[in-house]
């Protein structure tokens, strides 16, 4: 009898087992698609939030900048102060004091000059920055001429000349003051207009008054100082601040109170200057200052104004002043020689400027 050996291997169904279905091609694309658009999302994040960072970096190095050129203007004004105040010392001022104060400032206006060449600055402003250097040299040279010309000016041989020569270096801080207002603050001004920053720079004058291209007029104030002799202008001096007229609104101002004025394109205040003294006065200054902190300051004089005659002076306003708020506004009449009250030459207003 035959066996035959147990098959002990394990059953295989008959039917095949299933695979696993094939992904969805479609699902696989959305999925590359969802996670390169977030890809990219995020690469867009990236880039604004760079981008946005390099605008704060730039805007603050304009507003950096800005605050450089006020700190720069206002030493070149406190400079022009100075210069002045020292050609106009009163009688019997030391002609040897006043030649070093002179070569003193003529130092401080060269250093001013190398702190503009190197204030740190965009390269959006290049032009009028170059323009604001070249105001700064020209009140340097000016500077350095006077005080060459003024020992001369202030003794008794070559006066004239020299006394000319000094008129003549006038023209050129008139120059100084063109190239400021006409062509570096206009270049400024544009360039942070386009940015969209909003930075108040001054109109700088370094000359205080045309009256000074006149050699009469340097002849006169160094007359005091000089060795020379100059006959005085007998009987009393001195001049008052009237009534002050903000036109177009024709709006008199009033010390109490405040006063509201409406803006305007063409705002301008109408000074009464009164000659209280017994003499006919030249070269009066008058002077307007708007505002706090960084002020508009503008000056004019009057050419001539006779003995008990009051003259009107206008003085137009070209920087719109803040607008909403109480401002400060302070009118002058400036002293004239051998005035002695002077309480009566100034006076300070609260003033609204509100929109029209």
């Known amino acids: 009898m035959s066996f035959q050996p147990e098959d002990h291997r394990p059953h295989r169904s008959s039917q095949s087992r299933e695979s696993p279905p094939a992904p969805d091609r479609q699902a696989i694309v959305l999925r590359r698609t969802v996670a390169i658009g977030a890809g990219l999302a995020i690469l867009v994040a990236l880039i604004f939030g760079i981008r946005g960072c390099l605008n704060d970096r730039e805007d603050r190095a304009f507003r950096d900048y800005a605050a450089d050129v006020r700190g720069l203007i206002k030493s070149s004004d406190s400079l022009s102060d100075q210069f002045f105040e020292t050609l106009s010392k009163p009688k019997g001022a030391d002609a040897l004091d006043i030649q070093t104060e002179v070569n003193a400032q003529r130092v401080d206006a060269d250093q001013l000059v190398e702190r503009a060449k190197d204030t740190d600055r965009p390269d959006q402003v290049e032009a009028g920055h170059d323009w604001l250097v070249t105001a700064l040299e020209f009140r340097r040279d000016a500077l350095e001429r006077v005080a060459q010309r003024l020992p001369t000016a202030l003794g008794k041989k070559g006066r004239k000349a020299a006394i000319e020569a000094i008129a003549g270096q006038m023209q050129a801080l008139l120059a100084s003051d063109v190239i400021y207002l006409q062509r570096a603050l206009p270049d400024l001004r544009r360039e942070f207009k386009e940015r969209g920053l909003d930075e108040r720079f001054s109109r700088s004058r370094f000359l205080p008054s045309l009256s000074w291209l006149a050699p009469d007029t340097v002849d006169s104030r160094l007359s005091r100082i000089a060795d020379v002799e ?115 030459n100034k006076a300070t207003y609260r003033v609204v400027f509100t929109k029209s």
């Open 230 to 344: 100059q006959p005085a202008t007998p009987g009393v001096h001195g001049t008052g601040l009237g009534t002050v007229t903000v036109m177009p609104a024709d709006t008199t101002l009033n010390e109490e109170g405040v006063n509201r004025v409406p803006e305007s394109a063409k705002l301008t205040f109408e000074v009464e200057v009164q000659n209280q003294g017994e003499s006919e006065e030249t070269d009066v200054g008058v002077s307007i200052s708007i505002g706090n902190g960084e002020p508009i300051e503008v000056d004019q004089n009057i050419t001539r104004i006779e003995a008990g005659d009051t003259q009107t002076i206008s003085i137009p306003i070209t920087d719109a002043p803040r607008t909403g708020a109480v401002t400060e506004v302070t009118v002058k009449v400036a002293a004239v020689p051998s005035e002695g009250v002077k309480e009566n």
